[in-house]
């Protein structure tokens, strides 16, 4: 599998609703993942979710941002060529001004090769 590294000014953002549906992604996203705008929108953010990834770090996630406080981490992403990348995500809830309906927005970053090993040995302990 080919590891695309994110270069320092990349700047993956995107959007979904209370279900982990899609909403917005922006370019850098759909770019480093592969995808079209088109075919993110509506898909569940686990398009990109990697193999690799304990389903402990994503149960995290999920009850931390919808108890409405912010999550940080690094995440192991697939692209849609079944390559991977490293991600310093944040996300946080938010609650839509229009419709009143949650939402979560996540903002991710290039993370350091030292923060990269780091998670990789402590997602090995956990399934």
């Known amino acids: 599998m080919q590891e695309y590294v994110l270069k320092n000014d990349d700047f993956l953002v995107s959007q979904t ?49 919808q108890r409405g406080s912010i999550w940080t981490g690094y995440v192991k992403n697939k692209t849609k060529d079944g390559g991977f990348y490293w991600v310093f995500a944040t996300v946080y809830p938010m609650k839509d001004s229009k419709t009143n309906e949650t939402r979560y927005m996540s903002c991710r970053r290039k993370p350091s090769r030292e923060e990269i090993e780091t998670a990789e040995t402590l997602y090995k302990t956990l399934r």
């Open 17 to 65: 609703d209370e279900k982990g549906k899609i909403l917005f992604a922006n370019d850098d996203f759909c770019k480093i993942a592969g995808y079209t705008l088109e075919e993110m929108i509506g898909k569940p953010h686990n398009i990109v979710r990697h193999p690799d990834m304990p389903k402990a770090a994503f149960k995290d996630l999920w009850e931390t941002v």
